[in-house]
């Protein structure tokens, strides 16, 4: 019977749009070696002693126990789930490649997989399917509640039909100390609460609400706001200005995206014209759904006047200009920081 994975692209999303471009499930570990013929979780622990002399132990039985999942126990076939960082999305695709290493590839390690939908919005699943998704493992397996079938529902549907599947009732599945689940270990806990604090951006700053909010974040970060009124706005959602009276040279134009669907070419594009018709001398382009690939190269070719706000910065923006932000804001958007101890198993 086919599986259900967790594999994600590093604790930033760096590896996001690689893996979507490439069709590829690119999980790093970027210090150790082959693993096809590295057979078991006690092959590979040897080879990490070598490789990662200065991690605990423990931490190596972890990644030597995910690394063997990854190169060995994971069937073509079987579901992939990727969280998506630079989203508040997953990625969901079928394993269509044994493992593969290549050592002149910067990634090294990599699976093939046919993405069967790069962007699924996280809201979509039930709670405790979204916890499994928050798991600190790089990858592990989610077998709990139905969790395949579900996943393979909301690939059919769109609808994750919850732990009870009709005359069924719940999947039974066998937990082992060999076969550990995605519940069985530590939640990440800032990334559940990021994914909460995102989905109540997504509900009270729907919409062209989303621009006064990041027009009210940038007037903390002391530039002078002017926000277009709602319809078309010919590519600039805002207009700032540093300087006193918002009369500096720092003069930016600002193109919000508030929808899942990733920003593309064509709006990077109107966004440096936008910029030229405004005499704006950067632009900075938010995007909550990201951007695809052909997007991110453009940005990347005008890097010295284009800067890109994905959910990540614009979370980090939020956090920096929390307690200045008006107290209508507030209301909508209620925070408490509270300080927590790190996991010593990430990868």
């Known amino acids: 019977m086919p ?9 930033r999303g760096e590896r996001e749009l690689a893996a979507i471009e490439q069709n590829a499930l ?6 150790v070696g082959d693993l096809a013929d590295r057979r078991g979780r006690d092959a590979i622990l040897v080879h990490l002693q070598e490789v990662l002399p200065g991690f605990a132990q423990n931490t190596l039985k972890n990644f030597a126990a995910q690394l063997n ?25 079928r394993v269509t490649g044994k493992y593969a290493y290549d050592a002149d590839n910067p990634y090294r390690h990599s699976r093939s997989v046919e993405w069967l939908k790069p962007a699924v919005p996280r809201d979509t699943f039930k709670q405790d399917l979204r916890h499994s998704f928050g798991a600190f493992m790089t ?16 690939l059919e549907s769109g609808v994750d039909p919850g732990a009870l599947l009709g005359s ?76 006193t009276f918002g009369l500096g040279q720092d003069r930016m134009c600002v193109q919000v ?7 593309n070419h064509d709006v990077v594009l109107r966004l440096i014209g936008s910029m030229s018709n405004v005499q704006a001398s950067t632009g900075l382009l938010v995007s909550i759904g990201g951007v695809n690939v052909p ?19 614009l979370l980090k923006a939020l956090f920096r200009a929390y307690e200045d932000l008006s107290d209508e804001t507030k209301a909508k958007l209620p925070l408490k920081q509270i300080w927590a101890p790190i996991a010593g198993d990430e990868a």
């Not at 599986?3 to 604790?11: D, E």
Request: glycine share 10%.
């Open 26 to 31: 690119l999980p790093g570990f970027l210090e």
């Open 139 to 154: 990858i592990c397996e989610i077998k709990r509640n139905g969790a395949f079938e579900r996943v393979r529902a909301v």
């Open 295 to 313: 997007a991110q190269r453009e940005l990347d070719h005008h890097f010295f006047k284009l800067r890109l706000w994905q959910m990540p910065d």
């Open 257 to 263: 995206k508030s929808g899942d669907g990733a920003a």
């Open 69 to 93: 999942q990854f190169a060995h126990t994971i069937q073509i076939g079987d579901l992939a789930v990727m969280p998506r960082k630079v989203t508040n999305g997953v990625a969901i695709g």
């Open 3 to 11: 599986r259900l994975w967790i594999v994600r692209a590093g604790k």
């Open 168 to 243: 069924q009732g719940m999947v039974p599945v066998r937990i082992s100390e060999d076969e550990p689940d995605a519940a069985d270990y530590a939640t990440d806990i800032e990334e559940i609460a990021n994914q909460q604090i995102i989905s109540i951006i997504k509900s009270e700053f729907a919409g062209h609400a989303l621009a006064h909010l990041v027009a009210e974040i940038l007037r903390v970060e002391g530039y002078t706001t002017r926000v277009s009124p709602p319809g078309p706005d010919g590519g600039v959602d805002i207009l700032a200005a540093g300087g």
